[in-house]
């Protein structure tokens, strides 16, 4: 049989359904079947740059496959997944299309969460590329293809949102060949640059292998008509163009881990794709080092998991190609190989770009500190911390630094993964401090200092462009390319090369500029030398000299120095900041000053106290927002932000000396 050209059958697509049923849709004999049930599966992962619709295509096609998909963005599990609208984690499921059985993930597109796409294209055979038909190919569209051309997949193309009344055939066109420049420049081979394009609008659960049957497809289901088969374009692309697993299942077990996670009862699951042969529970194995220098541990199978649309089953065997979770190993962590007692040596594992920021995560030694958390002391924060870097290879956890090992730097890819990671550990009830982000630096081959850079592109409206060229140029960014009208919606698309030092704390001041309505992107570049001192870009702090609770009566009266952070009966204390000055230098302010009492009445005593509504900062903004002096502050129910050193004359020697 020859996979290039599938026989095509008008069947219903296939979920869990019993073989005798399989046996009516089959387009493979099943004497083939049985003969080679590897040739029947199918590994590929989604990969595209933010918000271009990976989840909500991950739904329609299992939604297709006659998976039950509950919700919308069923594979967006994490709560703060749901909450931001963003891919955190990567994660798997399978489901059957006709005889095949297809192995999926969903990888993440913002550039922070880049090391979860390089760690789980070891699992896959083929790709979709998804990208807006509108929008083309932007700055994590470039990386995510960089990571799937060099490791020799050869990527679907998938058009989405072909619905939006913007989107032309002609626009289309442009995109594809702006693709094809694009996979040209990245070193593609002829087998990948000959891509299959695929037409499709994953909210209206349409896909066509050509335009004219995507619009088609669009106009009857606008005119009421219900589509059955929409995805099944799209499901017989992935069954042509992405290769069966090659591995020999009658070799020795090999699996590389991939993820890791946790389990209440069973302990520590490790999951990757078989490589070769074949596993049981019950049997002997071991996992070797990724550096290969030996064994980490050997220990007995005792449970096998695969998932099914958004349930988990247990299974007796995997084999070639599965994607499982085993549960047996307690040290076995992620670039691990788990194998067979004879095997020698590791698979190999794609090494993952290096970090580009640091954070110093402490004890919360505050005032204030021990009233909400659980989880206080400096072991249980080590501990956590070195979890997440045994199951996140794009996280570094170096050697505690500081005294009585309490004070631990954490290495990651930007501030939106590290806030990521604080906000979980807040919710699981930690308290600590963190110092403000700090980028890391390297010496170049003429010893000079090199630091990352970053591909900036921003769609704004016209009347934003030179205002936010101007907040980018302070912040040492080179303005590479700049097109009117190219951006969603007729806005303003411009591309900068920027320092990563300089994108600091711009989220939210990008926010206020476009008032809400600009869109901003970044990927990682590389390191270049360093473009000199940076301006400064924050105003002076209103730091508090008092212990208490606030009052309406002095705050009122402290409103003409600048913007609050703070409002009545809230909890400060001495070198708590407590606002943002409207001068360049630091202020201390008694934000608990009350108002004397007499016994003599008169108009203006009944007066009410009437102030502007307090500036509340996101996690996200106060890791931005402190400067080198000033550490953040959080607990479970707050998030405050401190001088490093809450005395005033020890903050004076300090700057003397």
């Given at each position: ?273 078989v490589h070769s042969g074949a596993l ?9 080092l990724c550096s290969g220098e030996g ?130 550990m807040r919710r699981e009830g930690y ?227």
């Amino acid at each position: 049989m020859e996979w290039g050209h599938p026989q095509r059958v008008q069947a219903l697509p296939v979920g869990n359904t019993s073989s005798a049923l399989c046996r009516g849709l089959a387009a493979v004999p099943q004497a083939e079947e049985a003969k080679d049930p590897v040739s029947l599966l199918r590994d590929f992962a989604i990969i595209a740059h933010v918000d271009h619709g990976k989840t909500t295509l991950m739904d329609r096609l299992m939604s297709q496959c006659n998976e039950a998909v509950s919700e919308d963005r069923v594979m967006d599990s994490n709560a703060l997944e749901k909450e931001r609208g963003i891919t955190i984690s990567s994660k798997y499921t399978s489901f059957k299309w006709k005889t095949h059985t297809l192995n999926a993930v969903d990888t993440p597109g913002h550039a922070d969460f880049g090391g979860e796409v390089e760690r789980v294209l070891s699992m896959v055979d083929g790709c979709l590329l998804l990208v807006d038909a509108l929008e083309g190919p932007l700055a994590q569209t470039k990386f995510v293809l960089t990571k799937a051309l060099s490791r020799g997949l050869q990527p679907v193309l998938v058009l989405n949102k072909v619905d939006r009344p913007a989107v032309t055939e002609e626009r289309c066109v442009e995109v594809e060949m702006e693709l094809f420049d694009l996979f040209a420049a990245l070193g593609a081979s002829d087998r990948q640059i000959d891509f299959h394009t695929i037409y499709a609008s994953a909210r209206q659960g349409i896909a066509a292998n050509s335009w004219d049957k995507a619009q088609n497809m669009l106009a009857r289901k606008a005119a009421g008509e219900e589509i059955q088969f929409g995805m099944s374009d799209l499901l017989d692309a992935i069954v042509q163009h992405v290769p069966a697993p090659k591995g020999d299942v009658n070799d020795e077990f090999r699996m590389l881990v991939s993820m890791i996670e946790r389990d209440p009862f069973l302990g520590r699951l490790v999951t990757g794709r078989v490589h070769s042969g074949a596993l049981k529970i019950g049997d002997r194995m071991q996992s070797l080092l990724c550096s290969g220098e030996g064994r980490r541990e050997e220990g007995r199978i005792t449970k096998i998991f695969t998932r099914q649309g958004m349930g988990k089953i247990a299974l007796e065997e995997a084999k070639v190609g599965d994607i499982v979770s085993i549960a047996g190993f307690e040290a076995t962590t992620v670039t691990d190989t788990v194998c067979s007692l004879a095997v020698q040596e590791n698979l190999f594992s794609n090494p993952i770009d290096p970090p580009t920021i640091k954070m110093t995560f402490g004890v919360n030694d505050s005032p204030l500190a021990g009233k909400v958390g659980s989880q206080l002391t400096g072991s249980k924060i080590g501990e956590r911390l070195k979890a997440e870097a045994e199951s996140n290879v794009s996280i570094t956890l170096n050697t505690a630094v500081g005294k009585g090992g309490e004070t631990f730097e954490v290495q990651g890819r930007g501030e939106l993964q590290l806030g990521i990671l604080i906000e979980t550990m807040r919710r699981e009830g930690y308290e600590l401090s963190v110092s403000p982000p700090v980028v890391l630096m390297k010496e170049g081959e003429t010893g000079g200092k090199e630091e990352p850079m970053e591909e900036l592109m921003v769609q704004v409206e016209e009347q934003h462009v030179g205002t936010v060229i101007q907040a980018l140029t302070l912040r040492k960014a080179e303005l590479l390319d700049m097109a009117s009208a190219a951006g969603e919606g007729g806005r303003t698309r411009l591309v900068f090369k920027c320092p990563a030092r300089g994108l600091i704390g711009y989220n939210s001041v990008f926010a206020y500029t476009t008032s809400g309505s600009g869109i901003m992107t970044r990927s990682f570049l590389g390191y270049e030398p360093h473009k000199g001192p940076q301006e400064q870009l924050k105003k002076g702090s209103l730091i508090s000299s008092a212990q208490g609770p606030c009052t309406g009566y002095a705050l009122m009266a402290l409103e003409p120095r600048g913007v609050l952070f703070v409002e009545p009966q809230m909890e400060v204390y001495v070198g708590m900041i407590v606002g943002e000055h409207s001068r360049d230098e630091d202020l201390e302010i008694n934000p608990c000053k009350e108002k004397k009492l007499t016994n003599v009445r008169n108009k203006g005593s009944e007066e009410q106290v009437r102030l502007i509504p307090p500036r509340r900062m996101t996690l996200e903004e106060a890791i931005g927002y402190v400067a080198s002096d000033e550490i953040i502050e959080v607990t479970p129910d707050n998030i405050r932000l401190r001088k490093r050193l809450l005395d005033a004359n020890a903050r004076k020697r300090a700057k003397q000396s």
